[in-house]
């Protein structure tokens, strides 16, 4: 069974900082991937980055980037130069590499930029 | 391009009834997972359907069910409904199923209320 844990309380960060949202998982797969979401008050989950297992790089994508640590099994999101619209909560989650599409989420973060 | 869509947005029942919810995948998409987030449980995954066939299935009763159709086109039912069903009922859909970067697709969800 794969567990992700994020445990940081709700945060508040002002514009224009970086900020780090932390993310442990437990998994007895060899492959695998990890996400980040992010869900607005509206409630859809809008998808921001994507780490495999396997890659060697951090992943980014524009002002995501994800600090990947695998020997301590974390995978962090770092969101640079926040902005007003980055305020929502944030989910980590993870699947196996192959099989299925069934991905396991933490519990979130909440993120509440402040001008 | 068109997103994910569920309907309806929001709706109440009352208990014993049952309910049945609608997402419409993006194009092409053959896959579609349904989740059930509520703030004490969190995002739990209730089940997978590729190609008209259920891949996966969460920990959830019987009560619980979904279909797909040839268009791709899911709806999942809940039959006697209980209070603790009350949540918001998120789609996802991908192009594939279970390998590697794959992303899944969330839609905005479906907020069920149960008297």
């Known amino acids: 069974a794969q567990k992700i844990t994020q445990t940081q309380p709700g945060m508040f960060v002002q514009e224009k900082e970086a900020v780090t949202l932390d993310c442990t998982y437990d998994?007895?797969?060899?492959?695998?991937?990890l996400f980040w979401y992010k869900q607005p008050s509206s409630g859809e989950m809008i998808f921001l980055i994507y780490q495999g297992s396997y890659d060697e790089q951090n992943a980014t994508e524009g002002r995501y980037s994800l600090n990947f640590q695998k020997a301590r099994k974390s995978a962090n999101l770092v969101i640079s130069a926040s902005q007003l619209g980055d305020s929502a909560m944030y989910f980590c989650a993870m699947r196996p590499s192959y099989g299925n599409n069934r991905l396991a989420f933490g519990k979130g973060n909440q993120v509440v930029v402040i001008p | 391009k068109a997103g994910v869509t569920q309907t309806p947005r929001y709706l109440i029942k009352t208990r014993g009834q049952q309910v049945t919810l609608s997402c419409s995948p993006i194009?092409?998409?053959?896959?579609v997972s349904w989740y059930q987030q509520t703030p004490g449980q969190g995002l739990q995954f209730l089940f997978e359907y590729f190609s008209e066939t259920q891949r996966n299935k969460g920990n959830f009763p019987g009560r619980f069910s979904g279909r797909q159709f040839s268009n791709s086109r899911s709806e999942m039912n809940v039959s006697t409904l209980e209070l603790g069903d009350s949540a918001l009922y998120l789609c996802?859909?991908?192009?594939?199923?279970?390998?590697?970067?794959?992303?899944?697709?969330f839609g905005a969800g479906s907020r069920l209320t149960v008297l």
């Open positions: 194009s092409g998409h053959r896959s």
């Open positions: 996802a859909s991908s192009a594939i199923t279970g390998t590697g970067a794959n992303v899944l697709t």
């Open positions: 998994t007895s797969d060899q492959s695998y991937g």
